[in-house]
């Protein structure tokens, strides 16, 4: 929650929270196809305060371990703002892609008990709700799935 337009999910959620009173609904997208590792903020502070408290001298890959579409990030992110089947998708294929796959080795961190709170679905819907307030369209949101 809170994540501005210059990442992903933040970015998309903004569009869609824009777009919920259009009767025509056009969302632009990058490539879909692309992985990242998304982790919720809460989740990272809990993370800094369990290495702060337990962590030992060597690196940790603070992330959630787990490799995400950009794809299942706008179809939770349409379904979130009640928009299933309503916007138009265009896509930007020319709009550079980047690494196609990202995400982290989380063994180390998770040996020291962390495990994520939040699912993608919760954070997305948190980070859906922050946009559509700032866009000044508050609605009941879909509760996401735990």
Do not use: K, M, W
């Amino acid at each position: 929650p809170g994540q501005d337009e210059n990442h992903v999910c933040g970015r998309l959620a903004a569009q869609l929270a824009s777009l919920r009173d259009s009767p025509q609904p056009l969302l632009e997208v990058g490539p879909l196809e692309p992985t990242r590792d998304f982790i919720d903020v809460r989740d990272v502070a809990a993370a800094f305060l369990l290495l702060a408290q337990r962590g030992e001298h060597g690196t940790y890959n603070l992330a959630s371990g787990s490799e995400t579409p950009i794809q299942f990030i706008l179809s939770e992110l349409v379904r979130i703002a009640g928009l299933n089947g309503r916007p138009r998708i265009a896509r930007q294929d020319h709009r550079p892609a980047g690494v196609p796959r990202h995400f982290a080795g989380v063994s180390r961190l998770r040996r020291l008990g962390f495990v994520p709170a939040y699912s993608i679905s919760d954070s997305l819907a948190d980070l859906f709700r922050y946009h559509e307030r700032l866009a000044g369209t508050p609605h009941v949101a879909l509760r996401a799935r735990p």
